[in-house]
T-cell receptor, first 111, second 116 residues
């Protein structure tokens, strides 16, 4: 069964605004990762946050992790039309298990 | 990061035929490869875990006789969709993994299968 649940399922914003996507999961994890997927294309790895980390930054991306609430958020600041894509969180319940993907958030950034 | 390729990127086949999809790790040896399936506007669902030289482990609900997985070397795994039906049309994505404390998974670009 799916581990992660993204919220919202779809998000539409204006260029320049910030986009926040949330992910909740059910069991304990070793790490949580965020991926991006353009329509009909492969996955692009964005960022990995380990279970002992609370926040991580990469360029315009900011990821937080709250293991007590079993949730994570992905913030994209100053969004661009090119950020339009689906964003998935994926969790690894333990170090030697495959990633389990959430349902994803479809982000549309309108120029 | 590591590079994983898939071939073909797109394939159209007729019902009843079999299709083979290759997944290659180009610059590292992958002890494990994973096969995922993705329906339109849906998330990735793990189909099977493949370890080099051993039988694949299939997730519940995935027919092992329909989705044949061969992992003959540390850089190549193949997924064969046998006797394909239109409902097998999907986006198939592989990932190659190496264990370095934790699994580092690297994803291929995916294969779009359309069964007519």
């Amino acid at each position: 069964s799916q581990q992660g649940e993204e919220d919202p399922q779809a998000l539409s914003i204006q260029e320049g605004e910030n986009a926040t996507m949330n992910c909740s999961y059910k069991t304990s994890i070793n790490n949580l990762q965020w991926y991006r997927q353009n329509s009909g294309r492969g996955l692009v790895h964005l960022i990995l946050i380990r279970s002992n980390e609370r926040e991580k930054h990469s360029g315009r991306l900011r990821v937080t992790l709250d293991t007590s609430k079993k949730s994570s958020s992905l913030l994209i600041t100053a969004s661009r039309a090119a950020d339009t894509a689906s964003y998935f969180c994926a969790t690894a319940p333990s170090g030697n298990t495959p990633l389990v993907f959430g349902k994803g958030t479809r982000l549309s950034v309108i120029a | 990061g590591a590079v994983v390729s898939q071939h073909p990127s797109r394939v159209i086949c007729k019902s009843g035929t079999s299709v083979k999809i290759e997944c290659r790790s180009l610059d590292f040896q992958a002890t494990t490869m994973f096969w995922y399936r993705q329906f339109p506007k849906k998330s990735l669902m793990l189909m099977a875990t493949s370890n080099e030289g051993s039988k694949a482990t299939y997730e519940q609900g995935v027919e092992k006789d329909k989705f044949l997985i061969n992992h003959a070397s540390l850089t190549l795994s193949t997924l064969t969709v046998t006797s394909a039906h239109p409902e097998d049309s999907s986006f198939y994505i592989c990932s190659a993994a190496r264990l370095a404390g934790v699994y580092e998974q690297y994803f291929g670009p995916g294969t779009r299968l359309t069964v007519t």
